[in-house]
């Protein structure tokens, strides 16, 4: 096929790339969403702190010493 046969003269080959590209770049963003909603579910308590499990705002299981 020639470049005349595509809408706006775009080849194969720049079409391939471009999904190639949208691919990576999708998968990099994914991956990153991922790792904030996992970094953001975790929390440490310093040495004689207690915390409360809540679940929806309801306390859950047994207090945390």
């Given at each position: ?14 079409r391939e ?28 308590l ?14 859950v ?5």
């Amino acid at each position: 096929m020639t470049e005349q046969n595509h809408p706006a003269g775009v080849s194969n080959r720049t079409r391939e790339a471009t999904m190639k590209f949208t691919l990576k770049a999708v998968t990099v963003a994914i991956a990153m969403a991922i790792v904030i909603v996992l970094y953001g579910g975790l929390y440490t308590l310093e040495e004689g702190l207690q915390a409360i499990v809540v679940q929806f705002g309801r306390p859950v299981g047994e207090p945390v010493t």
